[in-house]
């Protein structure tokens, strides 16, 4: 077996070679031979995940060492992969998501010319790849690479449409925010270097233990900064809703199935890490709810439908951390997955509409859609009703999970996250109300074209649906069905559950009714006040959420433009004083020796026969001291 686990490495290669073929060959293939490539290579590693994933649940897990990536006296990192359950799920995520969106694509972007097609789906494989290497990962270096790797497809995708200047500048701010949380990674990966002379995951777990609290802390608090920006938490999320300047199937992979998950897989991957520093798990569960809250409000007031659901990822992303924060790394790793169905799902369905109303994003110019979009519409109000945990869709097994979590934690908690969960509510179905309700409010051409999207678009929505509607089952409580968690036992081996649940089944059942009531009371709250579309000025706190709390208008208050100001005075400075400087010190040096250079040429015969005898002179005495 441990012979057939060393074939792994198939995985992330299939996609490098559809990078590379697409990328280099660009302007020779036609739009089908480079959709084949970019579909097909992503086929492949799902099939070779499923065939991983059905290893590892036989209980073949391993580590794959193929060669030494860095030497350097007697440390060395290997380049390696690390095969187990978590890796394994990921890998179907990523992968399975991954050849979903890759097959939408082909319709959704039909219209690019072949070269810019090529470049399109060069892009995404590569996406994958970066994806699939930080994963994969048996050590903190190759998973680091992956980081970076995901980092560059990230900043390539957001502004794929390069020419549009705010789309560059979206691009630009996913890349530099990134790099905030990279340089924090960096410095935790060169701590733990000096603390345990490894950077391999069962070398540093095992030395875990004999670190000291201090080191302990900031190691985990680092690698959590980190986190935060690749998974968009507080401070440093604002560059995801930016990032719906891509094309919405970008929009999808980075949402559902790549970036956004790798600080969550950082995480729940150092876990051993993190249960000796409590109070980095205090830090993410409160960052986690906190960022929860925040971006649910922000989604509240937004009118661009990407946007909505921009922060909603935000949001969902908060709950997964808060789940680490207080040890529910199962729940947490559950809600990942089926939190990468529906939003995958949402994001597509979204294009399906931007599709149909010829590029329009405004939701306040829609509505009255469901009859013309049918698919579209059905496929929508799934992933709404899973992403606010309706039963018996994914979204409430996994989210129910979270906020019993919660509960078991700390009450206070568990009352705020509840909040959250309402909000979610309000403003998913919002947003379905006013984009397919009521009448449509665009232009006569929209209405004329509007009209469902080809089935290379309408069968992956369909797919997604039944992922969406049917994922929970893989996590079943208890309560329902004894044994039926099945992803608990599944993740076991890797994220062995802390302590048993200190509810009762009779806590917990009331707990899940009081929640769906509640959700389904708030969406009864947005059909009265949404079903028709009443246009309104915002004020006063409406106001303040549909300018997301001006956050980025401070940043760039408190931050950007201080760094511009500062940065413009050091270029004047080292442009006069350097630069300028260094060429005149030059021209005058030039200057002055020429002139003193000139003073030989003075045309008396006299001294330059006072030359000739002095340079003789000079000669001699050269080759007298040098045969001596």
């Known amino acids: 077996m441990q012979n057939a686990l060393q074939l792994v490495w198939l995985i992330p290669f299939f996609p490098l070679i559809g990078f590379l073929i697409n990328g280099l060959f660009r302007k020779q293939l036609s739009k089908s031979l480079i959709a084949l490539t970019g579909c097909g290579t992503i086929l492949v590693s799902f099939i070779l995940s499923v065939w991983v994933f059905l290893q590892v649940k036989n209980g073949n897990s391993d580590v794959a060492e193929y060669f030494n990536f860095i030497s350097a006296g007697s440390f060395k990192v290997p380049f390696a992969f690390q095969v187990d359950a978590l890796s394994s799920l990921f890998l179907l995520i990523i992968t399975g998501i991954g050849f979903i969106i890759h097959v939408y694509s082909t319709s959704y972007m039909k219209d690019e010319t072949g070269e810019h097609y090529g470049r399109y789906f060069s892009y995404l494989n590569l996406f994958v790849f970066s994806m699939l290497l930080l994963v994969m990962g048996a050590n903190y270096v190759i998973m680091y690479l992956g980081w970076e790797g995901v980092a560059l497809c990230s900043y390539l995708l957001i502004g794929y449409w390069f020419k549009n200047t705010e789309y560059s500048k979206a691009a630009n701010k996913a890349f530099i925010m990134n790099r905030v949380g990279d340089f924090a990674f960096l410095l935790a ?72 998950n790798a600080g969550i897989y950082m995480v729940t991957r150092s876990k051993a890490l993190y249960s000796l520093a409590p109070l980095s798990q205090d830090v993410i569960a409160i960052t986690g709810l906190a960022t929860a809250i925040l971006a649910a409000t922000i989604a509240m007031k937004q009118n661009d439908i990407k946007k909505v659901l921009a922060y909603s990822t935000v949001s969902q992303l908060g709950y997964i951390f808060l789940a680490l924060g207080v040890g529910a790394y199962t729940a947490g790793i559950f809600h990942v997955m089926t939190h990468a169905f529906f939003k995958a799902l949402l994001f597509l369905a979204a294009g399906s509409v931007i599709h149909a109303m010829g590029g329009e994003q405004d939701i306040r110019r829609m509505g009255g859609m469901k009859g013309k979009l049918k698919i579209t519409y059905i496929t929508f109000l799934v992933g709404c009703l899973a992403i606010s945990g309706i039963p018996p869709f994914s979204g409430f097994f996994s989210k129910d999970a979270i906020l019993l979590s919660a509960y078991e934690h700390n009450k206070i908690l568990y009352v705020v996250a509840l909040f959250g969960a309402l909000l979610t509510a309000y403003y998913m179905f919002r947003l379905l109300f006013l984009t397919f309700n009521g009448s449509f409010r665009g232009t006569e051409e929209q209405q004329h ?15 997604l649906a039944v992922l969406s509607f049917a994922g929970g089952f893989a996590g079943i409580p208890d309560i329902f069905l004894k044994g039926g968690d099945a992803i608990a036992e599944f993740l076991s081996p890797v994220l062995p559950p802390e302590g048993g649940k200190t509810v009762s089944h009779s806590t917990e059942l009331i707990l899940m009714l009081l929640t769906t009531v509640l959700v389904l009371a708030v969406i009864v709250l947005a059909w009265f006040r949404f079903r028709k579309y009443k246009p309104e000025e915002e004020k006063g706190l409406g106001k303040f959420l549909k300018n997301k709390w001006y956050v980025d208008e401070l940043y760039e208050k408190i931050i950007i433009n201080p760094l511009d100001r500062f940065g413009a005075f050091l270029s004047n400075v080292f442009d006069r004083s350097v630069v300028d400087g260094l060429v005149n010190i030059v021209g005058r040096l030039v200057n002055y020796g020429s002139r003193q250079v000139r003073l030989l040429q003075s045309g008396q015969v006299t001294s330059y026969v006072l030359l000739m005898v002095l340079s003789m002179l000079l000669i001699m005495a050269v080759q007298f001291f040098l045969r001596k």
Request: charged share 10%; net charge negative.
């Open 449 to 463: 074209h509007l009209h469902e999207s080809p089935a290379a678009m309408t069968i992956p929505l369909i797919i």
């Open 189 to 260: 990966l060169f701590w733990i270097v000096s603390k345990t002379g490894s950077v391999s995951f069962d070398v540093v777990f095992s030395k875990a233990s004999a670190l000291g609290t201090s080191d302990v802390t900031i190691i985990t608090l680092l690698l959590f900064i980190g986190a935060t920006a690749k998974s968009a938490q507080i401070p440093l999320y604002t560059w995801l809703p930016d990032a719906m300047a891509g094309p919405t199937p970008v929009s999808a992979l980075i949402h559902a199935a790549t970036m956004v």
